[in-house]
């Protein structure tokens, strides 16, 4: 297993925190300079002890997991019906009884891999996992992926959840899972919205969600043993473009201490392009007619759901990445960063080998090759293509397929990756460090040998749910990179360098770090094909 750490300074900024005031159909962020306590008056007969959580929505009931208390469902938002559509989150009121915490909550609407409708949308809540007896502990906050359509805080494959936080609590840390809005009900951008929100929120509710999770963090993360000044945001894929747009929104100001994206990017849409698709999308639900957005509020959510049911993929971008309405998405984050304009916080910054693994189909020989690559880019010149070929000459790979697997991997993540880490390190003087997860399961055979280290494999290892599935037998070298990786995590979430043995003088811009030999280090990842991308795009 081959990491990358890009290290530059030592430490970061602490967190504010922030809190909201409402009005009726807004909620608007306001800056404090302390994070909030709990209600006094919320929740207070509920008397204290083992999981009991006394917060801002009143008194939380968890459950014990093997030294781990549990809490499971906590709403931090009301939900999101009828006027409350397409607008930005109200925080959650304070119940009038104790909230017995013990059952994973539905997921956003969406269309599951078949197809079919699953989820509700009343799905505003958080997960949250503590090592009994914690106190002043750092916070690891996870933005789930699955391409802001799909996915939720409780998926689940071969009888695990794979965001179970309760491994990764037990190594030291508060854990919180967040669920937000997803697709047409998460990210819909049309005129009208834009001009009843006066352009503030439009197209980006499931983003607001995370940044109201992130407040209600801020606000009770004490009530859990949780450190409110530590508390690292971290996400992957569209988790990862999620957690890019905290670090560039000014709603998030303090809030964070640091980020992990893991294999996403910073994309956005402008708000006219956004708006364009809105405008289709409202058309084709036939309600383009006096007042198109009481037609969306009252359709049910199915409806809405099944007219935008795109689902996710790591070779093509999919409809809805957030938009740019200036106010919460103030520009396009690529830039926000290189100009440093961003939140300055340490950064964790990486992708994996062998991203596309499981997407890219059967490439048996050349002319396959040639075919799929042309199938790429159906509109590149000959010379672009000519260009191409030559830089993932066949020869270099086991296979076609596997040369294909390289370059997709290379264009949409790997070297993206190396561009943001490269573009932050040179506009902030917290550190950024860069890894590449490789690592196959020791036991995965030939299905290994064919996805390699595919995409989103890297998240069983940090929430070490590998060991809980019904279809794996871990073997010692992945046991060794459950724990490399959580301890890495933690060390950051801490404050400290992701390995204990990484100095700032060590700055060099690909170095990477071996963890099967902690003495080796050695420079440049994917650089010569990341130096060809990085010619032909901006």
């Not at 007619?289 to 199915?302: F, H, I, K, S, Y």
């Not at 103030?330 to 499981?358: K, S, Y």
């Not at 159906?378 to 000459?393: E, S, V």
């Amino acid at each position: 297993m081959v990491w990358t750490w890009l290290g530059l300074a030592c430490t970061g900024p602490g967190s504010t925190g922030q809190t909201t005031t409402t009005t009726a159909d807004t909620a608007v962020p306001v800056s404090t300079a302390d994070t909030q306590a709990p209600t006094p008056e919320c929740g207070e007969e509920t008397p204290p002890g083992p999981g009991v959580a006394h917060t801002t929505v009143g008194a939380v009931l968890g459950t014990d997991e093997g030294g781990v208390h549990r809490w499971l469902g906590i709403p931090f938002a009301e939900p999101p019906v009828a006027d409350l559509r397409f607008r930005p989150p109200v925080p959650a009121s304070c119940a009038d009884e104790a909230l017995v915490a013990d059952t994973w909550t539905a997921s956003c609407p969406q269309l599951d891999a078949g197809g079919t409708y699953v989820g509700e949308e009343d799905c505003l809540t958080l997960n949250v996992w503590a090592p009994q007896g914690a106190a002043d502990l750092p916070v690891l906050v996870f933005l789930h992926g699955g391409g802001h359509q799909q996915g939720s805080a409780s998926v689940e494959l071969a009888g695990a959840k794979i965001y179970d936080g309760a491994h990764l609590a037990r190594a030291g840390a508060v854990v919180v899972t967040v669920q937000y809005r997803l697709g047409i009900l998460g990210f819909l951008a049309h005129p009208d919205l834009t001009a009843e929100s006066g352009g503030k929120g439009v197209g980006n509710y499931g983003f607001l969600d995370q940044i109201e999770a992130l407040r209600w963090v801020a606000d009770n993360a004490p009530a859990f043993g949780g450190d409110p000044s530590k508390v690292v945001v971290f996400g992957e894929s569209a988790g990862a473009v999620s957690t890019c747009r905290v670090i560039t929104s000014p709603l998030a100001e303090g809030l964070v201490s640091g980020a992990i994206l893991q294999s996403g990017g910073c994309p956005a849409t402008p708000l006219a392009d956004a708006e364009e698709v809105g405008v289709s999308l409202v058309s084709e639900l036939s309600c383009d007619g006096a007042d198109p957005l009481a037609c969306l509020r009252e359709m049910p959510a199915t409806e809405l759901v099944a007219t935008a049911p795109g689902g996710a993929s790591v070779l093509t971008r999919g409809m809805f990445d957030g938009v740019i309405d200036g106010w919460a998405v103030p520009d396009l984050p690529w830039d926000v960063i290189a100009r440093g304009e961003h939140h300055q916080v340490p950064l964790i910054v990486g992708a994996n080998a062998d991203e596309t693994g499981l997407e890219v189909p059967s490439i048996p020989d050349a002319e396959a090759f040639d075919t799929a690559l042309r199938a790429q880019y159906p509109f590149a010149p000959d010379t672009l293509i000519d260009a191409i070929r030559a830089a993932y000459p066949l020869e270099d790979y086991p296979s076609p397929r596997a040369a294909m697997v390289a370059l997709t991997s290379d264009l949409r993540f790997i070297c993206p990756s190396r561009r943001l880490a490269r573009s932050a390190a040179a506009n902030q003087k917290a550190p950024v460090y860069r890894y590449l997860y490789d690592h196959i399961l020791e036991n995965s055979g030939l299905p290994g040998q064919i996805f390699g280290a595919y995409h989103g494999l890297e998240l069983w290892f940090v929430f070490g749910t590998m060991s809980d599935r019904q279809d794996v037998v871990l073997g010692a070298s992945d046991q060794a990179v459950i724990d490399a990786m959580q301890a890495a995590w933690l060390s950051f979430a801490n404050g400290e360098p992701p390995l204990k043995a990484w100095t700032s003088t060590e700055s060099k811009a690909d170095w990477l770090w071996r963890f099967e030999d902690p003495g080796s280090v050695v420079d440049g990842v994917r650089a010569e094909t990341c130096d060809f991308w990085d010619a032909l795009v901006p």
